[in-house]
């Protein structure tokens, strides 16, 4: 197979000429249809190109679950290679010019050249990730009865530093978040004091927040359950709002879609998170049963369109303290992971550019009205629209590509990477 590299603007050029009449003429004809509604088919994808979201460093190579890990073939093998295929999936979306690191998993000992290597890729540093839900190799004391919340000061005092080393490496890469997750609960009633638990939180992200430099955010990411399987200490977005409200106003809440009860109305926490101007941002993912970490929009592409009108509603009435980071956070067990990213940030513009074309107007004076099935239905139209030429559209005005999957694998890229990219692949269990 040849090799043609898929960042190479020539090369997209070429591998979107045989789509481009096509295009064209659906671009046209959905122009058309939305005109009747009112609604100019540019403002869309013009809104749609500048939507970026941020790609996970833990999500290029093949992930896994406790029963096992299938890596594929030509794996990163580490930050500088996974920062490369990044970029392949930047260049053919147009739509994710960040990386959000995790550490330990990403550490290097030359952030500065980590941070030339992504801007020579084109890249930026959304927020960083700390890790205190394993143990690394030589670490003195273990997080296995947990980390900031642990019983003995000495081993929260090790979360936090770490949590501040964090914020130093993301300090020189240009990141301007720390994500806090942790794992920290208990198996068994009675394991621990639910209260003081969250106490220990408040006490030991204080010292963190304290850390942060002028400019920065720190987002707090909620979770109902695992590792933990009887109570999580920030279980909830209401556990994370309080502790939010309780640091100051640089703490934010963080959404992670699969980190809720199957059901759970998560749109309306975002409109809650959105009143209370603690909304940080997103890890965009699906699920059908727990923390599945599937590809967005695959499972629940209405829920996922639900999320964005609640994000386009507030865009619209100018809520204050509105900057949500979006990210995905997703574990690529059987897919290529860069075809399943590109089509996940493309999954999650969709959903943008279908709560863009809701006639709002219309929307609001059935509401008024208690005409309830015209605006279910007013709503609903957004998302039966097929806004795929918007999107396509977007990506050429990006110079990225029409079918980005296609030019992808007719590049032979993955193959390359394979040559490239020797050496076994750890068959072990564990999401990275
Ligand atoms: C926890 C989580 C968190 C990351 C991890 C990789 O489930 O969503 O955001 O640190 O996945
Ligand atoms: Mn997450």
């Keep these: 197979m040849t090799y043609a590299d898929p960042r190479d603007a020539n090369y997209i050029a070429s591998a979107n000429q045989p789509h481009a009449s096509a295009l064209a003429s659906d671009y046209t004809a959905l122009g058309m249809q939305l005109e009747r509604r009112g609604i100019k088919i540019d403002d869309i994808t013009r809104a749609v190109a500048n939507f970026k979201v941020a790609i996970p460093s833990w999500g290029v190579g093949t992930g896994g679950t406790r029963f096992g890990r299938f890596p594929g073939v030509g794996e990163?093998?580490?930050?500088?290679?996974?920062?490369?295929?990044?970029?392949?999936?930047?260049?053919?979306?147009?739509?994710?010019?960040?990386?959000?690191l995790h550490l330990p998993w990403d550490r290097t000992d030359d952030y500065n050249g980590l941070r030339e290597h992504g801007a020579a890729l084109g890249l930026g540093f959304d927020a960083m990730n700390s890790n205190t839900f394993q143990d690394q190799p030589g670490q003195?004391?273990?997080?296995?009865?947990?980390?900031?919340?642990?019983?003995?000061a000495a081993v929260r005092a090790q979360a936090v530093a770490h949590n501040i080393d964090?914020?130093?490496?993301?300090?020189?890469?240009?990141?301007?978040?720390?994500?806090?997750?942790?794992?920290?609960?208990?198996?068994?009633?009675?394991?621990?004091?639910?209260?003081?638990?969250?106490?220990?939180?408040?006490?030991?992200?204080?010292?963190?927040?304290?850390a942060l430099p002028g400019d920065w955010r720190m987002f707090i990411e909620h979770k109902?359950?695992?590792?933990a399987f009887y109570?999580?200490?920030?279980?909830?977005?209401?556990?994370?709002l309080m502790a939010a409200q309780t640091l100051g106003p640089k703490a934010f809440c963080l959404v992670d879609l699969g980190h809720h009860a199957p059901n759970v109305n998560i749109e309306m926490?975002?409109?809650?998170?959105?009143?209370?101007?603690?909304?940080?941002?997103?890890?965009?993912?699906?699920?059908?049963?727990?923390?599945?970490?599937?590809?967005?929009?695959?499972?629940?592409?209405?829920?996922?369109?639900?999320?964005?009108?609640?994000?386009?509603?507030?865009?619209?009435?100018?809520?204050?303290?509105?900057?949500?980071?979006?990210?995905?956070d997703q574990s690529?067990?059987?897919?290529?992971?860069?075809?399943?990213?590109?089509?996940?940030?493309?999954?999650?513009?969709?959903?943008?550019?279908?709560?863009l074309i809701v006639e709002r107007k219309a929307l609001h004076g059935y509401r008024i009205g208690n005409d309830v099935l015209m605006a279910a239905q007013t709503l609903k139209r957004g998302f039966t629209t097929d806004v795929?030429?918007?999107?396509?559209?977007?990506?050429?005005?990006?110079?990225?590509?029409?079918?980005?999957?296609?030019a992808y694998r007719s590049s032979g890229y993955r193959a390359k990477c394979a040559e490239m990219r020797p050496g076994k692949q750890s068959l072990g269990g564990g999401i990275v």
């Design 140 to 152: 003195p004391l273990s997080y296995k009865y947990g980390s900031l919340t642990h019983t003995d």
């Design 269 to 328: 926490i975002v409109a809650r998170l959105v009143h209370a101007q603690r909304l940080g941002g997103f890890h965009f993912n699906d699920s059908k049963y727990g923390d599945d970490d599937l590809d967005a929009g695959s499972i629940e592409p209405f829920r996922l369109f639900l999320v964005f009108n609640e994000l386009v509603e507030a865009e619209l009435a100018k809520a204050p303290n509105f900057q949500p980071a979006h990210m995905l």
């Design 76 to 100: 990163p093998r580490n930050v500088f290679e996974k920062l490369q295929d990044c970029s392949v999936i930047h260049k053919l979306t147009g739509a994710t010019p960040t990386v959000s």
């Design 332 to 355: 690529h067990n059987v897919t290529d992971p860069v075809e399943s990213l590109m089509t996940s940030a493309i999954e999650l513009q969709r959903a943008y550019a279908q709560a």
């Design 388 to 406: 795929s030429p918007i999107l396509a559209q977007a990506r050429v005005t990006r110079g990225a590509a029409i079918d980005p999957v296609g």
């Design 224 to 227: 109902m359950y695992e590792p």
């Design 231 to 240: 109570a999580t200490v920030i279980q909830d977005w209401g556990s994370s």
């Design 166 to 210: 964090c914020i130093k490496a993301g300090a020189l890469l240009g990141s301007r978040a720390l994500t806090v997750w942790i794992g920290d609960g208990a198996n068994f009633p009675g394991q621990t004091h639910l209260g003081r638990a969250f106490e220990r939180y408040l006490e030991s992200t204080a010292t963190i927040y304290k």
